[in-house]
Nanobody, 116 residues
Framework: QVQLVESGGGLVQPGGSLRLSCAAS????????MAWYRQVPGNQRESVAV???????NYADSVKGRFTISRDNAKNRVFLQMNSLKFEDTAVYYC??????????WGQGTRVTVSS
């Protein structure tokens, strides 16, 4: 099993920046991809950014050019640098990881609110 703990959410004005962090513990040797998702109440959880062990990334069209995902394999951490934040980025952001065997794990979520 893997435990994920997110941090870094908060309140930010439009155009501002936040950096989310997620620390993984447990069976981290089997981790393949790490990702960030977000969810607005009443909507489905959506993928924001994904990164594999080699550092290859994929982003949702809505965040391309504004968000950057990165990971530190040695410390089992994944980060999401969010710049030029918009009102529509307001959501609860979840860290996700998948293991070699296909199991997936989620963090508890961290809230990001973009408001003036």
């Amino acid at each position: 099993q893997v435990q994920l703990v997110e941090s870094g959410g908060g309140l930010v004005q439009p155009g501002g920046s936040l950096r989310l962090s997620c620390a993984a513990s447990g069976s981290t040797f089997d981790i393949t991809t790490m990702a960030w998702y977000r969810q607005v109440p009443g909507n489905q959880r959506e993928s924001v950014a994904v990164i594999d062990r080699r550092g290859r990334t994929n982003y949702a069209d809505s965040v391309k050019g504004r968000f950057t995902i990165s990971r530190d394999n040695a410390k089992n951490r994944v980060f999401l640098q969010m710049n030029s934040l918009k009102f529509e980025d307001t959501a609860v952001y979840y860290c996700n990881t998948q293991l070699v065997g296909g199991d997936a794990y989620w963090g508890q979520g961290t809230r990001v609110t973009v408001s003036s």
